[in-house]
């Protein structure tokens, strides 16, 4: 696993050195995205993108402490911040929230236009000192649909819109993830995964072993989706710094994953509820 994270940080880097020498024309102008978006008067950035974390009961408080300095870490170092400074704009907005059953999501960080070393820092502080909160049960699905619409408020206009989801477990409450992910794909909103696979199987906890599966499968999705698994805790830093790297850069790295409805799932998309179903009957 250790070389699979080299692999991806191996790929980030070259994506940063690659972008210097390249020209961003493309087909699909920002101002062309405005229009079919009507957001014309929304400020233009090289891309929106969600922090959606997972706080469910599953995170233990170092866990949950890994997470949040993972992404202050990654929004801080040199390499996001080359990656930022080579965009057609140079700088992109983000926002970040917590997340944990069907009707729990909190937002930590409203969205913030990033452009440099003193925004980034503000934002990853913002991040430090928010309070940590934890809840019940896990809706990936509830994530999804409470980040979906926070694009259409954010004032900012994306050539990508991409919500990054992290978490260490499968959805057990809320509408189906599967479903739900079509739902936010058909919206021209790229989604990817974080899986954090820490933990032994236990069905106390309804942890699986296939967890980075389960996101290639049912939860990602859109132009360049990937993942970026987690399974020792000395990864969480260079993980988190490598996905946001590739999502500013708009690359994806070459990974062994299945595109979405290229083929039948690789495992069941509703393991999560029939787990909670067997443990807890409702």
Not at 32 to 53: H, T
Not at 118 to 124: I, L, M, N, P, T
Request: charged content about 20%; glycine content about 10%; aromatic content about 8%.
């Amino acid at each position: 696993m250790r070389g699979r994270i080299a692999v991806f940080a191996i790929v980030a880097a070259a994506v940063i050195a690659a972008l210097a020498g390249l020209s961003f024309a493309a087909p699909n102008t920002p101002q062309m995205l405005a229009q079919q978006r009507g957001d014309a008067g929304a400020i233009a950035v090289d891309a929106e993108v969600v922090l959606a974390v997972d706080v469910s009961y599953s995170m233990d408080p170092e866990e949950q402490a890994l997470q949040r300095e993972g992404y202050m870490a990654a929004l801080t170092s040199r390499e996001f911040l080359q990656a930022l400074k080579q965009g057609m704009h140079g700088r992109i907005a983000l926002t970040y929230f917590e997340w944990a059953g069907m009707h729990h999501q909190q937002i930590i960080v409203p969205w913030r236009l990033v452009d440099g070393p003193e925004s980034a820092d503000g934002f990853a502080a913002d991040i430090g000192r928010a309070r940590y909160t934890r809840a019940s049960r896990t809706s990936i699905s509830g994530a999804l649909l409470f980040a979906a619409p926070l694009f259409e408020g954010s004032g900012y206009r994306g050539v990508r819109r991409v919500i990054d989801v992290s978490g260490d477990g499968v959805n057990n409450n809320g509408p189906l993830v599967s479903v739900t992910r079509d739902e936010v794909l058909s919206k021209g909103i790229t989604i990817n995964g974080l899986p954090i696979l820490l933990k032994r199987p236990n069905a106390s906890t309804l942890d699986i072993d296939q967890l980075d599966i389960y996101y290639e499968d049912c939860v990602i999705g859109g132009p360049g989706a990937f993942v970026v698994p987690i399974r020792e805790r000395d990864q969480f830093k260079e993980a988190i710094r490598t996905k946001l790297v590739l999502e500013i850069a708009g690359r994806t790295p070459e990974r062994p994953v299945v595109p979405v409805a290229a083929a039948a799932p690789r495992i069941s998309c509703t393991i999560g509820e029939r787990l909670w179903q067997e443990r807890w009957g409702n």
